[in-house]
Structure formats: structure tokens, C-alpha cells
């Protein structure tokens, strides 16, 4: 497997972080370190991050931001401190409740590695048979109908922008993430569009992965509310402006 770190934003996370399965998948892979972006909390999260950087050392980051800057910048600040950390084959990001399981990384690192130059590999929220993904249907729907439009906007077939499980090839983190993103709740799709500029839509097509999750579970307390859809809109076509 090769070395790849989990960028974690974690904003006011201390009463429900699953500290023991941060610490079981260290334990599991030698090749997986973690970054995990203290986004100014209020509460006991960065004591908590320090003490699971202080139980794993040489394995976890710690990057404290002074002050809230949201998940985007959060997100940003941690992918270019892991890139600039070490030399990993992948760098990704995860979200800190835990909705994807850190064992689906090691099946984005499988599809990741039958893809020679694959340059991304995006988790993907799709209730199958065979699989378990329980999405709330007042956020599945609305998602549905942000993903095509998402999709129009890109020009490309994304099924599932919004999941907060993706990995993004080492070499290519620095240029992707070098400037601030412009939107703050759909950052996802922004991030899509510079990929797209970067390499070209059809490059994206052949080495840009969708992994189908086996396992997804919404998580009680997240801090993404539905206001946050009624601004999507207005990013998009501010994304759409700026990249197009």
C-alpha cells in the first residue's frame, strides 16, 4: 500500500470524536499517517488532537488555525501542510464524525492503484443493493438534483460531488489547493473545476475515479444545515463564472 495521509477538519469535535478508530486504523496500515486541522474550536478539540498526535508520533500532524475559517479553508491549510510534510502517494480528506469508515480508504487506494496515473478517486454515496447507505432523503434529493446541476456546470458525468471522502494523487496537491477557494460550502466542486483546468475534461474522464461506497452513515450533528444548499446555487454560478 503506498503512504497516504487523511486530512481531518475538526471544528468543536471533542464530545464525539471517535478517538479509539482513529487509533485502530494507524494501527492497521504503516503507510497511513493523518493531519488533523484544529478550524479554531471553541471546546477541548485541540487538547484531544494533541493527545492522539502525542499516542502516535511521527504518524499525526496537528495544524491549529487560530481562528474559524470554515471547512474549505480548513481542508486547504491541511492538504498543503500534509503535502509539505512528507512525500505522499495520495493525500486525502475525510470528514471528522466519521460517516465514511476509515476502512473505505484502503478500497480508494485499490482503485487508485489499478488505475495507473489516476489522479483523484472520489468516494460516492449510492444505495445498493449489497451496500449500506443510509442518507437522509431531505438531503439525498435536494443532493440529487445539485449533482446534475454540478455536473452541467463541470461538463462532466459526476454523480457525487459533496461526499466528504476523497483522495487526491501527491504530485498534484500543491496546484490544486495553492489558493483560497472562492466558495465556502461547495468547495468540492470547485476543486473539480481547477482539476479540470489543470489536466483537461478528457484526462478527468479516464483517471479521475467515482468509488461507490460499501458502507455510509449519516451522522447526527453535523454542521452542514439545509441553509447551506439554498446558498449552493449562487456558488455554482459563481464557479461556473470563474472556470468556464
Given at each position: ?65 487560530p481562528s474559524n475559517a470554515g471547512k474549505a479553508e480548513a481542508v486547504r491549510q491541511g492538504m498543503l501542510k500534509a503535502s509539505a510534510w512528507k512525500p505522499f502517494a495520495y493525500v486525502g480528506y475525510w470528514d471528522a ?148
Amino acid at each position: 500500500m503506498p503512504d497516504f495521509c487523511l486530512v481531518v477538519p475538526c471544528y468543536n469535535e471533542d464530545a464525539r470524536l471517535d478517538v479509539a478508530a482513529f487509533h485502530q486504523f494507524l494501527n492497521a496500515t504503516p503507510a497511513g499517517s493523518l493531519c488533523l486541522v484544529n478550524d479554531g474550536s471553541s471546546d477541548g478539540t485541540l487538547a484531544v488532537l494533541h493527545g492522539m498526535a502525542n499516542t502516535s508520533p511521527g504518524r499525526v500532524l496537528v495544524v491549529d488555525l487560530p481562528s474559524n475559517a470554515g471547512k474549505a479553508e480548513a481542508v486547504r491549510q491541511g492538504m498543503l501542510k500534509a503535502s509539505a510534510w512528507k512525500p505522499f502517494a495520495y493525500v486525502g480528506y475525510w470528514d471528522a464524525d466519521l460517516a465514511t469508515p476509515f476502512e473505505e480508504a484502503f478500497a480508494m487506494l485499490r482503485a487508485a492503484d489499478g488505475r495507473p496515473g489516476c489522479l483523484m478517486v472520489l468516494g460516492l454515496r449510492l444505495n445498493r443493493l449489497g451496500a449500506s447507505v443510509n442518507r437522509s432523503p431531505l438531503r439525498h434529493y435536494p443532493g440529487r438534483v445539485f449533482a446534475t446541476c454540478a455536473s452541467i456546470v463541470l461538463g462532466l458525468p459526476v454523480y457525487d460531488t459533496q461526499c466528504g471522502a476523497k483522495l487526491v494523487q501527491g504530485t498534484i496537491v500543491t496546484r490544486l489547493f495553492d489558493e483560497p477557494f472562492k466558495s465556502q460550502w461547495i468547495f468540492d466542486v470547485e476543486l473539480l473545476a481547477r482539476l479540470r483546468n489543470l489536466v483537461g475534461r478528457d484526462r478527468m474522464r479516464r483517471d479521475v475515479i467515482e468509488m461507490p461506497l460499501s458502507t455510509w452513515n449519516g451522522v447526527e450533528g453535523s454542521k452542514v444545515r439545509m441553509g447551506a444548499w439554498l446558498r449552493a446555487p449562487l456558488e455554482l454560478l459563481n464557479i461556473a463564472r470563474r472556470y468556464n
